[in-house]
């Protein structure tokens, strides 16, 4: 093949270089008008004001606070008892009515005593003779007709028909079961004609007072810190209000076995509050007393750094928001208690603290609830 002429190959190096030159023209505009473009949405984004989040603010509180430990507790009324009778027998009359309040002295259950009833009518009129008899010893005693190894003898058996009568006394009343105090009845089957066997459970009753006991266990370390007239709280089964309870004893012996140890507290208005048995939630206080600060509850934040809060600080005559790392601990009703990282008086985000981040500039919401610059109808 014969080589291209040299005027083809001159066209084909001037076209080259001609595309060349319009590329990189294309290119150098291209560049131009981006930089442009940056500049001018520079220069938008600089006119438009700076992005604010609008958060409702709340104090650091200062208050003292006592760590505290969570036991079960069992209530126990200051007086109850399981009724058995003590001698056995066919039952004569019946009142235990489940739940009803009944009064000392009240006859709950009376066995039947007619052979009693004879009997002691028996007995009386023996004693009856017998103190006749003495009394004619003594007259014939004075009159030397008697010896007094006979009057004697008739005092001893006066003595003991009265002895008898006694007895049989006590037996008519051991036989009749009546309310030793003011009491709640419980639940009891027992009915008339029943022949009950010696030392039968027939019911219980829950002495109605003004106060009850809770009792419950604690590790010996807890326990070594706890003194009579110490406050717990005591929360019934649903109850979201605690009930103050001071202490009554510690049990001076640790249980080795579990090596805890138990309490006794006394909770006031016994008859309105949970009933004898009951399981109830007892915080105990542990250690001293320590200064911390509270902040609600919705200020408290969580993240991979760990529990923080937003601080609204004052920067350049405009309100920011700094994250600071704090150490929490347990709610205080809808607070939440900081150890550290926090002290009183600073002003955090409470509601709205979700959205901030570390800088942001921050709208703070007045007491009415609205941001600064609205109104509200």
């Known amino acids: 093949m014969s080589p291209a002429p040299i005027s083809s190959r001159r066209r084909s190096w001037i076209a080259s270089l001609l595309l060349v030159f319009l590329v990189g023209g294309a290119g150098v505009i291209l560049v131009a008008w981006k930089k442009n473009t940056l500049e001018a949405a520079a220069a938008a984004s600089a006119s438009q004001p700076e992005h604010s989040e609008t958060v409702a603010p709340a104090m650091a509180v200062a208050r003292d606070y006592r760590r505290t430990t969570t036991s079960i507790g069992t209530v126990i009324a200051l007086r109850s008892i399981t009724l058995h009778n003590e001698l056995a027998g066919t039952v ?32 009386q009129a023996q004693a009856a003779l017998a103190g006749n008899v003495l009394e004619r ?3 014939a005693l004075e009159k030397a007709a008697a010896s007094a190894l006979d009057v004697d003898r008739a005092r001893a058996e006066r003595d003991i028909a009265l002895a008898q009568v006694e007895r049989i006394r006590a037996v008519i009343a051991r036989k009749t079961i009546k309310a030793p105090f003011r009491a709640r009845v419980g639940m009891a089957d027992v009915h008339e004609g029943q022949f009950l ?40 089964a649903g109850a979201k209000t605690p ?13 080795s076995n579990t090596r805890n140890a138990k309490v006794r507290v006394a909770i006031p208005d016994a008859q309105h509050g949970p009933a004898p048995g009951a399981s109830v939630r007892v915080q105990v206080p542990v250690g001293p007393k320590l200064d ?56 955090v985000a409470a509601a709205g603290s979700f959205k901030l981040y570390p800088f942001a500039l921050v709208n703070v919401k007045d007491e009415n609830g609205a941001a600064p610059g609205t109104s509200r109808n």
């Open 197 to 236: 066997r010696e030392g039968t459970q027939l019911t219980t009753l829950q002495g109605l007072d003004d106060q009850a006991h809770v009792d419950f266990m604690v590790t010996q370390a807890v326990a070594a810190g706890l003194n009579a007239g110490d406050v717990v709280a005591v929360f019934p």
């Open 292 to 347: 911390v600060v509270t902040v609600p509850v919705s200020a408290l934040r969580k993240g991979p750094a760990g529990d923080h809060v937003f601080v609204l600080a004052e920067q350049d005559g405009k309100t920011r928001a700094q994250l600071r790392v704090v150490h929490s601990s347990t709610m205080l009703g809808d607070d939440v208690v900081i150890l550290d990282g926090l002290k009183p008086g600073e002003r």
């Open 137 to 139: 010893m003594s007259k």
């Open 243 to 255: 009930i103050d309870a001071k202490i009554v004893a510690v049990d001076a012996r640790v249980d």
């Open 92 to 123: 004569h009359s019946v009142n235990l009515v489940p739940g009803e309040i009944v009064e000392p002295g009240t006859v709950l259950i009376a066995l039947d005593v007619a052979v009693e009833e004879a009997e002691l009518q028996a007995q």
